[in-house]
């Protein structure tokens, strides 16, 4: 990437060296050049908020930025390009969206998230310290900036508008107020589930800001949890990806002997699920990890994996993750173990178990989703 800071080189985590996918775009580079142009000054406490995969600041590791991100793997790319590029690692701050922010922030530099409950939960917990002199750029792709992301910039931190359009990206030019009256954070936000879905029925929810279906349960997940195994055996369960942890909450009450582990790559996301476990007394034990899929999980270590696999990402990216969920199941489990994965029909996912697994079956299936079962054999 070209900056007035030099040429870093990025790449995105984990590395696949068949990903065509750059690790910045050119919304962060519209950015940087708006820093450097307008002569910014960047001596006191500079936040890059939702930074993708570290390229902000890369950039900008001679100010000493703080990083703040709800991904796991943007924090390893994050670590991985500063060290690819000489940065001491004591550079950067590392912060994830769970931690408590900086007291105060000079400098605020937003790469508008894909959520935006994300945005506006980040927005108010930095809006205290942010103070009158805080310069506040936002930046995002043209598609990814809409009267929405506006209005959140307006009413919770000042007066905002936005550039004119430059290869596609825009930046969010925002004179925070600190007289505004902010509004209240709405997040996390519980909801009860409906009747019908098995030992979880009439649970509370609890979901952090930037979860999968935050605010109502999923039709897939809702399929998925009519659709669980019987349990009753114990043993050693992963809900991989586990968004709000819902589904591993069901499989804990469904089996007070299991032992379940939630895993996910969003730090929002496993807070979620240790809420919501928490929140409706699960008997038993349960383990919570934030990390890449089942990585770091021992080979043979697992009864059951339960995955309902990401797939609104960019195709490429969201084919290798779950590709990379079914690998690492197979890995993590025993033999006889089960991999149990919920998804869209026309998604395919049984050729992939068939080549992995060497088989397949179909436990449930409707006109819109499939249940299907894998045996590590
Ligand atoms: C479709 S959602 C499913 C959430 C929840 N299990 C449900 O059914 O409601 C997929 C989840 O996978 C997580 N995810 C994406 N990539 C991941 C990875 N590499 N490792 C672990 N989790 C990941 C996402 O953050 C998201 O929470």
């Given at each position: 990437?070209?900056?007035?800071?030099?040429?870093?080189?990025?790449?995105?985590?984990?590395?696949?060296?068949?990903?065509r996918?750059?690790?910045?775009?050119?919304?962060?580079?519209?950015?940087?050049?708006h820093?450097?142009?307008?002569?910014?000054?960047?001596?006191?406490?500079?936040?890059?908020?939702?930074?993708?995969?570290?390229?902000?600041?890369?950039?900008?590791?001679?100010?000493?930025?703080?990083q703040?991100?709800?991904?796991?793997?943007?924090?390893?790319?994050?670590?991985?390009?500063?060290?690819?590029?000489?940065?001491?690692?004591?550079?950067?701050?590392?912060?994830?969206?769970?931690?408590?922010?900086?007291d105060?922030?000079?400098?605020?530099?937003?790469?508008?998230?894909?959520s935006?409950?994300?945005?506006?939960?980040?927005?108010?917990?930095?809006?205290?310290?942010?103070?009158?002199?805080?310069v506040?750029?936002?930046?995002?792709?043209?598609?990814?900036?809409?009267?929405?992301?506006?209005?959140?910039?307006?009413?919770?931190?000042?007066?905002?508008?936005?550039?004119?359009?430059?290869?596609?990206a825009?930046?969010?030019?925002?004179?925070?107020?600190?007289?505004?009256r902010?509004?209240?954070?709405?997040?996390?936000y519980?909801?009860?589930?409906?009747?019908?879905?098995?030992?979880v029925?009439?649970?509370?929810?609890v979901?952090?800001?930037?979860v999968?279906c935050?605010?109502?349960?999923?039709i897939?997940?809702?399929?998925?949890l009519?659709?669980?195994?019987?349990?009753?055996?114990?043993?050693?369960?992963?809900?991989?990806g586990c968004g709000?942890?819902?589904?591993?909450?069901?499989?804990?009450?469904?089996?007070?002997r299991?032992?379940v582990?939630?895993?996910d790559?969003?730090?929002?996301?496993?807070?979620?699920?240790?809420?919501?476990?928490?929140?409706?007394?699960?008997?038993?034990?349960?383990?919570f990890?934030?990390?890449d899929?089942?990585?770091?999980?021992?080979a043979?270590?697992?009864?059951?994996?339960?995955?309902?696999p990401?797939?609104?990402?960019?195709?490429?990216?969201?084919?290798?993750?779950a590709?990379?969920?079914?690998?690492?199941?197979?890995?993590a489990?025993?033999?006889?173990g089960?991999?149990?994965?919920?998804?869209?029909?026309?998604?395919?996912?049984?050729?992939?178990?068939?080549?992995?697994?060497?088989?397949?079956?179909v436990?449930?299936?409707?006109?819109?989703?499939?249940?299907?079962?894998?045996?590590?054999?």
């Amino acid at each position: 990437m070209t900056t007035a800071w030099g040429e870093p080189a990025l790449a995105r985590f984990p590395e696949d060296p068949r990903d065509r996918l750059r690790a910045w775009d050119a919304s962060d580079e519209y950015l940087l050049r708006h820093l450097a142009e307008r002569r910014i000054p960047l001596s006191g406490t500079v936040v890059a908020v939702g930074d993708r995969w570290g390229a902000l600041v890369t950039a900008l590791a001679a100010h000493r930025p703080t990083q703040i991100t709800d991904s796991w793997l943007g924090q390893e790319a994050t670590r991985a390009n500063l060290a690819r590029n000489g940065v001491e690692p004591g550079a950067v701050r590392l912060l994830t969206t769970q931690d408590p922010p900086p007291d105060r922030i000079d400098v605020l530099l937003v790469r508008v998230p894909k959520s935006l409950a994300l945005l506006e939960d980040q927005l108010l917990r930095l809006a205290p310290a942010v103070h009158e002199g805080t310069v506040v750029v936002g930046a995002g792709m043209v598609k990814e900036i809409h009267t929405s992301t506006l209005d959140l910039f307006a009413r919770i931190l000042g007066p905002t508008r936005t550039s004119l359009a430059e290869k596609k990206a825009r930046l969010i030019l925002c004179t925070p107020d600190p007289t505004l009256r902010r509004p209240g954070n709405p997040w996390p936000y519980r909801y009860p589930l409906p009747d019908g879905i098995g030992p979880v029925s009439g649970a509370t929810v609890v979901n952090h800001a930037g979860v999968f279906c935050a605010d109502r349960l999923d039709i897939g997940t809702r399929f998925f949890l009519r659709h669980l195994p019987a349990g009753g055996n114990g043993g050693r369960v992963v809900d991989l990806g586990c968004g709000n942890g819902v589904v591993g909450t069901a499989m804990a009450l469904a089996d007070p002997r299991a032992e379940v582990l939630f895993v996910d790559e969003s730090f929002q996301a496993v807070a979620s699920a240790q809420a919501t476990y928490r929140e409706n007394d699960v008997p038993g034990h349960a383990e919570f990890r934030v990390g890449d899929g089942l990585s770091g999980v021992p080979a043979g270590s697992v009864d059951l994996v339960l995955n309902n696999p990401p797939f609104h990402s960019h195709q490429a990216t969201t084919d290798a993750t779950a590709w990379r969920m079914f690998t690492g199941a197979r890995r993590a489990l025993r033999r006889g173990g089960e991999l149990w994965v919920i998804g869209n029909r026309h998604l395919g996912y049984h050729v992939k178990l068939r080549r992995l697994f060497g088989n397949s079956e179909v436990v449930a299936s409707d006109p819109k989703f499939v249940v299907l079962k894998a045996v590590k054999r």
